[in-house]
């Protein structure tokens, strides 16, 4: 499932009149993978725009979102968010609760309109998360950091991760699910050097062609889905 992660960068989006091809990429695979989903189109008449939600729900009241869309159409966009999403539905094939949120619109000039409008449609139709752990740039890296915002999710996972990295943040859409009142922090990948300093280049490239498969590693992903993220989801 993982090696997913090779075609979905390969997408190149494009104007689009209906939903994006990485939209319409995330649907095939789904339903190739038996996964039950729900395509949401929604107006925001804000940027006059429609965006388009993927939602697959499990039985638990656990989340993990990831946001798809992207700033530069001609990058692999490997990183930022590609492989956060292929780790979603990864997660969602080992552990069939979880719940997931497959976001449209986190990218500039948007700053989390898909996040706003899946927090809107939850609270709509009485949906109401534990937590929801937003995955982004968790593509490669030997430990993860989470943003320095005090939740009962942050807790747990600072208790089961005494190496966890606690730190600021840039924008992400689990300040937009804060703003909603859900409880949410976001986790990003990154490798600590030899001396037990992070690393942070992890940012480098972003929105730019520096952004491609050779980045990653699939290595690592597996490792996060089975490992880290596992582990968070059953502890917390």
């Not at 943003?147 to 190496?163: G, H, K, M, P, Y």
Request: net charge neutral; proline share 2%.
């Amino acid at each position: 499932m993982i090696n997913e992660i090779n075609n979905f960068c390969k997408i190149r989006d494009e104007n689009r009149s209906e939903f994006s091809n990485r939209a319409k990429f995330l649907v095939n695979l789904l339903t190739r993978l038996n996964i039950e989903h729900k395509l949401v189109r929604t107006k925001s008449k804000r940027f006059n725009k429609y965006f388009y939600n993927i939602y697959c729900f499990g039985s638990s009241d656990k989340f993990l979102s990831a946001h798809y869309d992207v700033a530069n159409t001609e990058s692999d966009n490997a990183n930022d968010n590609s492989a956060s999403v292929i780790n979603c539905i990864a997660y969602k094939q080992k552990n069939s609760s979880i719940n997931l949120l497959l976001l449209d619109g986190e990218e500039p000039p948007f700053m989390g309109v898909g996040s706003n409008l899946a927090a809107r449609y939850m609270k709509a139709n009485g949906i109401l998360p534990k937590w929801i752990l937003n995955l982004e740039l968790t593509g490669f890296g030997n430990s993860f950091f989470i943003d320095n915002v005090d939740t009962q999710l942050s807790r747990c996972i600072q208790q089961n991760f005494e190496d966890a990295i606690i730190t600021s943040v840039p924008f992400n859409d689990a300040m937009i699910f804060r703003q909603h009142g859900i409880e949410s922090n976001v986790l990003t990948c990154l490798n600590v050097k030899e001396n037990g300093a992070p690393d942070f280049s992890v940012f480098g490239g972003m929105h730019t062609a520096k952004d491609n498969l050779a980045t990653i590693s699939t290595e690592d992903m597996n490792r996060f889905v089975n490992e880290t993220l596992n582990k968070i989801v059953t502890s917390c």
